[in-house]
């Protein structure tokens, strides 16, 4: 999160119920061009942050410091552009890493 941030939004899809992302300045639940739902059925709670310097040390205790098996999908985007996504829990397989990046 760290690397990205800046001219960014970070999302999350899964079961989000017991989180605190939705308290955060800014927080949506609508799809983005570049930044869209994964899981269609059962469809899954869906939330983007945007994600600055300043936002990363809010989102980290709102997810509980750590990424919880609740959440099935995380996306990030920089400038418009999908620059990492982890799918279906973190699954090596479904791990994504744009040319922004360079934590590969």
């Excluded at 990492?84 to 973190?90: E, H, Q, S």
């Amino acid at each position: 999160m760290n690397e990205l941030a800046g001219d960014a939004h970070i999302s999350f899809e899964g079961d989000l119920g017991g989180l605190r992302l939705l308290t955060i300045p800014g927080a949506s639940q609508e799809p983005t061009m570049a930044l869209k739902r994964n899981t269609l059925r059962p469809k899954q709670d869906f939330v983007i942050v945007l994600l600055e310097p300043s936002t990363v040390e809010k989102i980290i205790p709102a997810i509980g410091g750590s990424v919880p098996k609740a959440i099935l999908h995380i996306q990030i985007e920089k400038n418009g552009v999908l620059q990492f996504g982890a799918y279906d829990n973190f699954y090596p397989e479904c791990i994504f890493f744009g040319s922004a990046s360079t934590s590969r």
